[in-house]
């Protein structure tokens, strides 16, 4: 066991989740928002009561049960062992997925300073792989290392995005947010259905907070107030940026930007402010990727722990790191970024990255679900017990809605996948049933 | 009469003046059976509707024009009329039918009602549409959104490959009715966009190949001349899918009924024969279902 010195604390773990959630989500948010117009922020008032929901749950989960192994240890709960290992596969399978993805829009997003990069398939594939390994690098020194190097990046969501929802107040002119409001005539009902998809899977990766329960101090008292918080905190963030945005630029102009923050900035202040802002949100999208190996290699780690990924998962360096296990998911990563080289790969990597929120929110209901027997166990009391089964059922139906929305391709197959996972377990289950003895044997076969 | 004789010799006069252009114009007939000659107006580099090759011309629109030719060998009793091809250009099309330059301009165009001032137009003889040309690593998401379907159907979430690349510019040719209809469509199409214009097709075929746009719209049946072109650019395709329909027609002189009636005439027979087909499959990409119809609603019983 690791001294604690190593470990990240609640300030680290919390900048950890806000940073996993925005990643490079946050970048285009704005642009995406204002092409529906201003109405489409009334999708928050579903989308962050749903989320925060969520955040509750698991929360209460992580008080009751102080377990290690996160979702996948909730879902034991009442899903027992098959449960823990179909919700660590489809979870690990979803951020080494995600994780590509979220490295090939970063470097995307640095195309602006090395225009390089942008001269074809092979410089973005480079990039990609290069930020793959200099991310998993970065990992080597153990949480504590990640926390410290998370809790700089963040600085790259906090000034031009957390800064903009501050003083971009005193810029922001109500009648240009009013213009905005509804550009292109649509029935308040229909504008908020197709902004939903905008905000909806906006918050995944608050289940971060508990994936790191291994690695965090306190984790009774510190993954459930990270995990609350780094929602509150991403939820705040999200509502009040893109609300201030709209009432600084106008909507036309808004609505065709590839860089809405680094826009608002150069309008603002000067374009060398928004050149500046545009580095800076690429670093805090490098800072997430480096979180969510870090949350890749975590999960991956507890899930051998148990006896159900291989061995070499589990074996940590002086530093608390799994550095063997980061360097087999490096190795996994870098052959589908390869892939995408070829165009029409790359299609079908975009197919595979939809699947990946699939086999990410069949976890948070198997995790979610957990909770009922975990208060159960801890023999919690009639009032506690209902307010939380009201929470739960609230964020069952704001997962279900979410995966139904993911439509039936990515569902699709993310269903197959999930099959495929049943067929692993069949072989790794015998680990977990007593053979029968010599004695029972005889006497069924006299 | 109270009008005094002077005032009324003026008025005459200045209205025999004013309708000689008319009346000069208004008898095609008689100016082909005077002359024996039959001028078909054309625009030369338009194929596969007209084409100029040497002092003749070839396409779709031409072998209509000598049915109509036929036709007035026919009626008029002129088995020895001559056909003479006269190209013209855009800007002078108008005024060459109009002043009786030529008898008729093949090359089909849409009837508009400012045109319509000028001259007169046979029924339709083509159904031009709106559509677009792409390069064949056209992003995902912008084949989606000109095939009219959702830019991502799968979710938007942290891990979307960002659209922030696909900053995509379209191209269409100046002052259409192409562009102000891009111009609408632009907001909802769904991804980030940007509108340039260009002179003629040939200028926005190259923008695309060259990578400096993203979709050129123009007319289906000149887009795919273009690319089938010798020396065209390779890396390019036009999608299946119509903007916009227009019928486009054949000018003929305006006020002159007689005319415009043994053009239709022709015409629709032509339809019902089943030469338009022929020529259909010869010149432009054949029919289909919706096309025949549109040959029923276009002939006149």
Not at chain 2, 170 to 195: F, P
Request: net charge neutral; with cysteine.
């Amino acid at each position: 066991m690791a001294d604690s010195s190593k470990k990240m604390s609640l300030m680290g773990l919390t900048t950890l989740v806000t940073v996993n959630m925005m990643g490079s989500g946050i970048i285009m948010l704005p642009t995406n928002m204002a092409q529906l117009g201003a109405v489409s922020l009334l999708s928050w008032i579903f989308t962050a009561i749903g989320s925060m929901a969520i955040a509750y749950c698991f929360a209460q989960c992580g008080v009751f049960c102080a377990r290690s192994g996160g979702l996948s240890a909730y879902t034991e709960e009442a899903h027992s062992k098959s449960g823990f290992f179909l919700c660590s596969y489809l979870y690990f399978l979803s951020l080494a997925i995600a994780n590509v993805a979220v490295a090939i829009s970063a470097v995307g997003y640095m195309t602006a300073f090395l225009p390089w990069l942008g001269t074809g398939a092979i410089p973005l594939c480079v990039g990609t792989i290069a930020l793959i390994w200099l991310t998993t690098f970065a990992n080597f020194g153990g949480p504590g290392i990640t926390g410290k190097i998370g809790a700089f990046t963040v600085w790259g969501v906090i000034i031009p995005v957390a800064g903009l929802s501050i003083i971009g107040w005193f810029w922001f002119k109500p009648d240009v947010l009013a213009a905005a409001w509804n550009p292109n005539s649509l029935p308040i009902s229909e504008a908020i259905a197709k902004a939903i998809p905008l905000t909806l899977w906006a918050f995944l990766g608050m289940e971060s907070a508990a994936q790191a329960t291994d690695a965090v101090e306190n984790p009774k008292r510190n993954v459930p107030l990270a995990c609350l918080f780094g929602t509150l905190g991403a939820a705040v963030v999200y509502v009040l940026s893109t609300t201030v945005i709209q009432g600084i630029i106008p909507n036309a102009e808004l609505a065709k930007s590839s860089a809405p923050f680094a826009l608002v900035y150069a309008t603002i202040f000067s374009p060398m402010v928004g050149n500046i802002v545009m580095a800076l949100a690429v670093m805090a999208c490098v800072g997430s990727l480096l979180g969510w190996q870090f949350t890749l290699a975590q999960t991956a780690k507890m899930t051998a722990d148990q006896n159900l990924f291989l061995k070499l998962f589990s074996k940590v360096n002086s530093m608390n790191a799994p550095v063997v296990g980061m360097i087999v998911c490096g190795v996994l990563q870098t052959l589908m970024a390869l892939s995408t080289i070829s165009p029409d790969a790359a299609a079908q990597f975009s197919k595979l990255v939809s699947l990946a929120a699939v086999t990410n929110l069949i976890p948070y209901i198997t995790a979610l679900t957990g909770l009922l027997v975990i208060m159960h166990k801890a023999g919690v009391s009639q009032a506690i017990y209902s307010r939380n089964v009201v929470v739960l059922i609230i964020a069952i139906t704001y997962s279900l809605y979410a995966l139904y929305a993911c439509g039936k391709d990515a569902v699709m197959g993310g269903t197959l996948v999930l099959a495929v996972g049943y067929l692993l377990y069949g072989f790794l289950a015998k680990r977990f049933t007593e053979a029968p003895s010599a004695n029972q044997a005889r006497a069924g076969n006299p | 009469m109270n009008v005094p004789f002077a005032t009324t010799t003026r008025l005459l006069l200045a209205f025999a003046l004013s309708t000689l252009p008319l009346v000069a114009g208004a008898n095609t007939l008689e100016r082909v059976r005077s002359s024996h000659t039959f001028t078909l107006g054309y625009l030369p580099d338009l194929a596969p509707f007209s084409k100029q090759e040497g002092d003749k011309a070839s396409g779709y629109a031409i072998d209509l024009c000598l049915k109509v030719a036929d036709k007035l060998k026919s009626e008029l009793g002129l088995p020895d009329l001559q056909v003479h091809y006269q190209p013209v250009t855009v800007s002078d099309q108008v005024s060459a039918v109009s002043q009786g330059k030529v008898d008729i301009l093949c090359t089909p165009t849409p009837p508009t009602l400012e045109r319509r001032k000028m001259i007169s137009y046979s029924i339709p003889i083509y159904t031009a549409g709106l559509s677009v040309v792409v390069r064949n690593d056209a992003a995902e998401p912008l084949l989606n959104v000109l095939n009219g379907k959702v830019a991502n159907t799968g979710p938007t979430w942290r891990a979307s490959i960002n659209n922030g690349l696909a900053n995509h510019t379209y191209a269409t040719i100046e002052g259409g009715v192409t562009e102000d209809w891009i111009r609408e469509q632009m907001r909802l199409l769904g991804v980030i966009a940007s509108l340039v214009t260009v002179a003629n097709n040939d200028e926005g075929i190259k923008l695309v190949a060259d990578g400096k746009a993203d979709a050129f719209f123009s007319e289906r049946m000149l887009l795919r001349n273009e690319i089938a072109k010798e020396g065209a650019a390779k890396n390019l395709m036009i999608l299946d899918r119509i903007f916009e329909y227009s019928p486009v027609a054949m000018m003929v002189d305006r006020n002159d009924e007689d005319f415009r009636l043994l053009v239709d005439t022709a015409l629709s027979e032509a339809y019902y024969s089943g030469f338009v087909e022929k020529a259909y499959n010869q010149y432009l990409d054949g029919t289909n279902p919706t096309v025949k119809k549109l040959f029923r609603v276009y002939a006149l019983p």
